[in-house]
């Protein structure tokens, strides 16, 4: 007998991480810029390294304390570097 074929949820993670990452690098190759463009680039790298830490790294079945951590310098670091970019904005 055949073993029934199915797609473990970390091909759907990582097919997932393909797409935003073809994304933003559409992004890039277009020469697009500007508030709005900048607001997508960083959510969708917010989203791939939250998706990385829980999938990936195993955070999704650790204490919050563990999640609250990551997501927190996941915050700092991306509104740091949305300040950053809102500051040179004339």
């Not at 949820?9 to 797409?19: D, Q, R, S, V």
């Not at 990936?56 to 927190?72: A, E, P, Q």
């Not at 300040?83 to 004339?90: D, E, F, G, M, N």
Request: a positive charge.
């Amino acid at each position: 007998m055949d073993k029934p074929h199915f797609i473990r949820p970390c091909t759907y993670i990582w097919l997932a991480l393909m797409l935003l990452t073809v994304t933003t690098y559409s992004i890039g190759e277009a020469g697009l810029g500007g508030l709005t463009v900048m607001l997508i680039v960083i959510g969708t790298a917010a989203i791939k390294v939250q998706l990385m830490a829980n999938y990936f790294m195993g955070l999704r079945r650790t204490r919050w304390l563990w999640r609250g951590i990551v997501l927190g310098w996941l915050l700092l670091v991306t509104g740091l570097i949305t300040i950053a970019y809102l500051s040179t904005i004339k």
